[in-house]
């Protein structure tokens, strides 16, 4: 175990995930100015170069030269793209007198294929090409957490019950001798108030991240170089989790704890980054890590080993697993 725990945090320290350069002044048309495109880059975070994949059915640009020639125009060609194909910002223009929407963006899927889009339509219709921001676009969708919430905790619920049912080994309730699984829970609920905190106090960080995500908790703002620790531990104890339930519990028993674990954890993930947006998250936070380690040493912490078989025991007396006496 421990030599797994040294190869995690050697990858931890050594890998980061694909991070889009920000765009440089030599990619920028020299005849533009550069602090405008400096500006927009800070603001919008994303500029010429950048890489988006279409998400809608299919989108329709207006391939024209400059969009400032539609009003005059007499005739106005359009030319489509569809669903997963990847567009490269060219351009992008400003126009103050449009009322629909004053940013123009030029997009090209190849030679053939460049037209103009309004901002708004474009980035309700694209998402970064790269895939954290592809999985955070797909678990951002109002519908489908609303959908998936109500599925998460009915299903966990419904697992809690039964396992309460059949007095089985549940973290909080009935749990072994290892801190791993508290532990555990409570990383998941940290994590979930840090995601909503950082979307209720820094929604420009986040929007940034969103952009020009990484897995390397150094190359981002203290805030999220928290968050992104966080989900880095919550991987690395949920594999020690997983390695020392083993030592306590048979396999039939671990499926169940690991079905009641998982339960417990999809509940506070839910109900933490929920509430957090309404700021009962924080005293509820606080809550849960008095209730959570005050549950474990109460009835979960092991404070002695048997001298013949070596099991752990919460209090002297016979061995439940070899029968010795310990006095």
Not at 74 to 87: P, Q
Not at 109 to 117: C, F, H, L, N
Not at 254 to 275: N, P, T, W
Request: hydrophobic share 45%; glycine share 4%.
């Amino acid at each position: 175990m421990r030599r797994i725990l040294i190869f995690l945090i050697a990858t931890l320290c050594l890998t980061s995930c694909f991070r889009q350069e920000k765009p440089g002044i030599d990619d920028w048309d020299p005849a533009k100015d550069q602090m405008d495109s400096v500006t927009f880059y800070n603001t919008h975070h994303y500029g010429h170069n950048y890489n988006f994949l279409v998400e809608a059915d299919s989108l329709e640009l207006v391939a024209i030269g400059n969009p400032m020639e539609i009003e005059r125009a007499v005739s106005i060609k359009h030319v489509t793209v569809e669903r997963g194909d990847l567009l490269v910002v060219g351009d992008i223009l400003s126009i103050p007198s449009d009322t629909i929407d004053s940013i123009w963006v030029q997009v090209l899927r190849d030679q053939a294929t460049i037209g103009w889009i309004h901002e708004d339509e474009l980035l309700e219709n694209v998402v970064p090409s790269n895939p954290i921001s592809r999985f955070i676009s797909f678990f951002s969708d109002t519908h489908l957490l609303i959908f998936l919430a109500f599925l998460v905790l009915v299903s966990a619920l419904y697992a809690i019950r039964n396992i309460f049912r059949r007095k089985a080994k549940i973290v909080h309730f009935n749990d072994i001798g290892s801190f791993y699984p508290t532990l555990l829970t409570l990383l998941v609920a940290t994590a979930a108030v840090f995601y909503s905190s950082i979307q209720l106090w820094a929604p420009d960080t986040w929007s940034h991240f969103y952009f020009h995500p990484t897995l390397n908790p150094f190359q981002v703002t203290p805030l999220l170089s928290v968050f992104l620790c966080s989900v880095w531990a919550i991987l690395i104890v949920a594999l020690a989790t997983l390695a020392d339930i083993r030592r306590y519990l048979s396999p039939g028993e671990q499926f169940i704890y690991y079905l009641g674990l998982m339960g417990v954890c999809a509940v506070d993930y839910v109900v933490f980054s929920i509430l957090t947006l309404y700021y009962v998250g924080y005293l509820l936070l606080v809550a849960y890590y008095v209730f959570a380690i005050g549950r474990y040493l109460r009835y979960a912490h092991v404070r002695y080993v048997c001298g013949q078989c070596g099991h752990r025991m919460r209090e002297k007396g016979v061995c439940p697993h070899c029968g010795a006496r310990n006095v």
